[in-house]
């Protein structure tokens, strides 16, 4: 009687893991590059309002045509600068250091004079920013 030999299927796996180990040093290498950045707590559509017991909050306004504007101050309607803002924001965080401070951007502003006024604030010593939206 002859023997039957029966094919076994074999699934090369090395090429497998070796592919694995690849996109994992990836992962390693770009997690803390995606990482840095302004920190930012973006409000939900929906988003609840500040607690009644919390501070009046820092709002830096960013008009249509990239002026700001501060709710702090002498003159609230006039646009302010760059140093302006950074000098009035770390005189106040050094009275209040815990102040939430809120950016609120026109819908039709360039991304750019939004992200600019994130970047003063956080050379003037802010932590944490808030970006201000509408009720649906």
Do not use: H
Not at 15 to 29: A, H, K, N, R, S
Not at 63 to 85: A, I, Q, R
């Amino acid at each position: 009687m002859a023997k039957k030999r029966r094919a076994v299927a074999e699934i090369n796996v090395v090429p497998y893991i070796d592919v694995m180990l690849v996109l994992l040093i990836i992962f390693m290498i770009t997690a803390p590059i995606v990482q840095q950045g302004i920190e930012i707590e973006l409000p939900k559509v929906a988003a609840n309002s500040l607690p009644p017991e919390q501070q009046e909050p820092i709002i830096l306004t960013v008009s249509k045509t990239g002026e700001y504007y501060l709710n702090v101050g002498d003159n609230l309607k006039k646009p302010v600068s760059d140093e302006v803002v950074m000098q009035r924001v770390s005189l106040i965080l050094k009275q209040k250091p815990r102040i939430p401070v809120l950016v609120r951007g026109d819908k039709d502003v360039a991304y750019g004079s939004v992200t600019t006024a994130m970047v003063l604030l956080q050379s003037a010593g802010v932590e944490k920013v808030g970006l201000m939206t509408d009720q649906p």
